[in-house]
């Protein structure tokens, strides 16, 4: 069975219909083990639903049982509440434990934030240990993510890596030649983890995670692992022809996508000066957006230089 086919199609599905039941929900014991955290992850009694806490003793977290090598992953989540600064919560795909040098990685990341100001959404890429060129972008969300539970997805096939928010796409990244190998090959495993990111994740570190609103929970439901599976040993796809050269979205989910990033990016590394005084090769730079965003506040955002701290979703606080 070609699974990519199957993927392309489910996201050709997501825009006609804003359905994510297309595909099948996989519960918590079919698809996931736990990381990290001791008791402050919790499986819920229906196996599909996993809290996710973070208190002054550790975080937590979980990983897919399989690696894969391109696929959509899916999950539902309800962020933590009231004052989360210093809080990160993180979806994503990496290989850092097997290629500690050249690892890839896809990440949507949530930033907490002090009581009264809205959660932020960074998302980010890495290909064969480019951990020097950050590819972050930030955004606001047009609803309050700790209200009630969303659907955050990963699509990634050998030429594009799209990010949805509740179906909407707000993010793609094109494979170009000039990008070379900073574009993920590479199996990886699921990952979703909270953590203490007190150092830079808020106002640049300014923030830090206040212990005494511990614990902070995340809630994951609603699993979809649909993708190419790869052998662990012989890191070879089994039944997955990756090839393709489709555009996979459509003109009107374009339009939804650039309404998002007209109305809620607050960041792009694209247009960001102060860190490339050229423009990463992959970039194609809007002159109107690079106008909107050309006041950009690096306190606000934080220093580069403390971007990069994802071995830290993997231990203890």
């Known amino acids: 069975m070609d699974y990519l086919i199957l993927i392309l199609g489910f996201v050709f599905a997501l825009a006609s219909s804003g359905s994510s039941t297309t595909l099948p929900i996989s519960s918590f014991d079919e698809g996931f083990s736990h990381l990290f955290g001791d008791n402050n992850m919790q499986v819920l009694k229906d196996g599909k639903s996993v809290h996710l806490s973070l208190d002054q003793r550790t975080g937590s977290g979980f990983l897919s049982h399989d690696l894969y090598l391109h696929g959509f992953f899916s999950a539902s989540i309800k962020l933590p509440s009231y004052y989360t600064a210093g809080v990160v919560v993180a979806f994503y795909t990496s290989n850092g434990d097997m290629y500690e040098k050249n690892h890839d990685e896809i990440d949507f990341e949530f930033l907490g934030n002090i009581k009264g100001k809205e959660w932020k959404i960074q998302t980010n890429v890495y290909g064969n240990g480019s951990t020097n060129v950050g590819r972050e ?4 969300l047009w609803f309050d993510p700790s209200n009630d539970f ?12 799209i990010f949805y928010v509740d179906n909407v796409a707000i993010r793609e990244i094109k494979r170009t030649e000039t990008m070379g190998g900073d574009f993920p090959s590479k199996p990886m495993t699921l990952y979703a983890t909270i953590w203490d990111a007190s150092e830079w994740a808020t106002n640049g570190g300014k923030y830090k995670v206040n212990y005494k609103y511990a614990p902070y929970v995340a809630e994951f439901s ?15 796809s089994l039944q997955c022809d990756p090839e393709t050269s489709v555009d996979s979205i459509i003109p009107m989910e374009r339009i939804k996508m650039e309404s998002f990033r007209k109305n809620h990016m607050k960041y792009s590394y694209c247009h960001d000066k102060i860190r490339y005084t050229t423009p990463p090769s992959e970039c194609v730079v809007d002159p109107k957006e690079a106008k909107r965003l050309k006041n950009f506040n690096p306190i606000t955002f934080g220093d580069s230089g403390h971007l990069h701290h994802h071995g830290k979703r993997h231990h203890q606080s």
Not at 137 to 140: A, K, V
Not at 222 to 236: K, Q, Y
């Open 137 to 140: 972008e930030r955004y606001s």
């Open 150 to 161: 969303h659907q955050y997805s990963i699509l990634w096939t050998q030429d594009h890596i």
């Open 222 to 236: 609603n699993f979809v692992l649909h993708g190419c599976t790869v052998d662990p040993i012989e890191l070879m």
